[in-house]
Structure formats: C-alpha cells, structure tokens
C-alpha cells in the first residue's frame, strides 16, 4: 500500500495540510460523476440522496476548498467542477479516502455547467477560485468571468446566495470590481479568509509564497433584478479583453 494510502496518513501541498485524514478503506466512499448525462438539470436531490443547500465550486482544482467546507459543514452538500480531468481525479481520491458523503466531482467547463445542469434559483452558494487570466491575446476569448456568465451565476443562485470571488491577477481583479457589483451586492474581503488563514487553494498558497497580491471579494445576488434585465444587462457591459502580462514565476499554463 502507498504511503499516502495508509490509514491516519495527512497529505501536504507547500508544508500545508490538505484538510481531513485518510480513512481505513472500508470507508472509502465514491464522489466522482464519471460522466455527465447529454441533457440537464441534475437532480441534486438524487445524486446526494437527501435536500441540502448546495454550494458550487468552479474550477474547483485538486478540491481543497471543497474537502475542508465537506469537513466542516456535514449538513450541506458540495460539487465541484473542473475542465481538467486530471485534478478530478485527485479531489476525488481526496474525498473518496476521507470518506466523505456530502461532495461530488464532475469534469466540466463552469459556463456550460450553469447553463445545462443547474436549476434557476436552486444553489447557495457559488466559489470562483483564481480564473486563468489568459495572457495571450488570442486566447483571452476564454476567460470565464464575462458578462453572460455572471448573469448565469445570478440566475443559479438562490435568493440573496453567496458568490464568492478571488484572484492573484490585477487587472482581472479591476476588470470584476466594474462588473460584479452591477448583479451582486459585492464588498472586497481584507486579509485571508477566516476559515482557512493558509489558504484555501492550492494556487492561493503557492501564490502567497511567491509575493503575488490576493485579491478577494464576496456578494449576494440583487433581488430587484429580474432574469429578464439580468441577461440585457450582461449583453451590454463589456467582455474581459483587457491586457495583462504574466511573470515567469506565476507559473500558469497557457
């Protein structure tokens, strides 16, 4: 048996610990959707086999947000979703190990996970942890953080649900500080999260350690607008063409 599959055994990521303990296998569970149906919505209920508010990761990497929020919040259930099959694959030995029943991971880009498996009005919560930036000017059509898909966002959650929103890059950070506030009452959050002080992210830590800027921030939805206005709105505010250059150091891949 691996070293890393032993009982008992805590995993590190830099010198921090990835939430929760490995488990003795008998109590292995299974989180990984292998494949996601051709047509949506999930049926959430179903899949978790109980009604729970429901919190979203996008672009949920390896799982470290979502292993820890599973620890600590048994009563609410958690999903996770990453175009990368790869780090599914590692969130969900993660969670597997740890035993987790409240968690589930699916690869999947985030605009098309709003648009085709999610119900209006039926997620509490939604996480967007460090969106590629795309510093290449042929590729910055791909940034997720547009508009439209912050329309989609207000649209998935429940009324007043969190968004929660952070970043290493500037001017992407400038570029939503002009947008998010026009779908969600949104303030910018001062110093790391309470909850995990080290981080939350394996990119906010490595981040942290190479001196790069955090930039954080969280809102509710607006009730006063409408899907109707939200979706007009979305089609008139700028996409996120901006330009900004990465460092060496910053280690994204392009």
Same mark, same amino acid.
């Given at each position: 048996? *691996?070293?890393?599959d032993? !009982?008992?055994d805590?995993e590190? @990521?830099?010198?921090?610990? $990835? !939430?929760g303990? $490995?488990l003795?296998p ?11 149906p051709? &047509?949506g ?10 009604? *729970?508010?429901?919190?979203?990761d996008?672009?949920?990497?390896n799982? #470290?947000?979502l ?7 048994? @009563? ?7 175009v ?6 590692? *969130? ?13 991971? *699916? ?15 039926? $997620?509490?919560? $939604? ?10 000017p042929?590729?910055?059509? #791909?940034?997720l ?14 009324p ?6 952070q ?13 998010? !506030?026009?779908?969600?009452?949104? @303030? ?14 394996? #990119?906010?830590?490595?981040?942290r #350690? ?10 509710y ?5 409408t ?25 994204? &891949?392009?």
């Amino acid at each position: 048996m *691996a070293k890393y599959d032993r !009982p008992g055994d805590r995993e590190f @990521e830099y010198g921090v610990p $990835i !939430p929760g303990r $490995i488990l003795p296998p008998h109590l292995w569970t299974k989180t990984g959707l292998k494949k996601l149906p051709p &047509e949506g919505p999930l049926d959430f209920v179903a899949i978790f086999g109980r009604q *729970a508010r429901l919190v979203l990761d996008i672009g949920c990497g390896n799982g #470290r947000f979502l292993l820890a929020s599973a620890l600590r919040r048994p @009563e609410v259930d958690h999903f996770g979703v990453d175009v990368l099959p790869v780090v599914i694959r590692y *969130a969900t030995r993660r969670a597997n190990q740890r035993g987790l029943k409240n968690i589930r991971f *699916a690869v999947c880009g985030g605009y098309e996970f709003l648009e085709k498996y999610v119900k209006p009005h039926s $997620i509490a919560e $939604i996480h967007v942890y460090h969106p590629q930036p795309y510093s290449a000017p042929k590729k910055r059509c #791909r940034r997720l953080l547009t508009p439209q898909f912050l329309a989609l966002v207000h649209r998935s959650l429940v009324p007043k649900g969190l968004f929660v929103l952070q970043s290493d890059n500037r001017e992407y950070w400038n570029y939503l500080l002009s947008t998010v !506030p026009v779908f969600f009452e949104f @303030e910018e959050q001062l110093g790391p999260w309470p909850d995990m002080p080290e981080g939350r992210t394996r #990119r906010e830590i490595y981040a942290r #350690r190479k001196g790069l800027p955090i930039f954080r921030g969280y809102g509710y939805a607006r009730e006063t607008l409408t899907g109707e206005e939200v979706w007009r709105i979305s089609q008139t505010m700028p996409p996120p063409v901006f330009e900004t250059r990465l460092q060496d150091f910053e280690a994204w &891949e392009e």
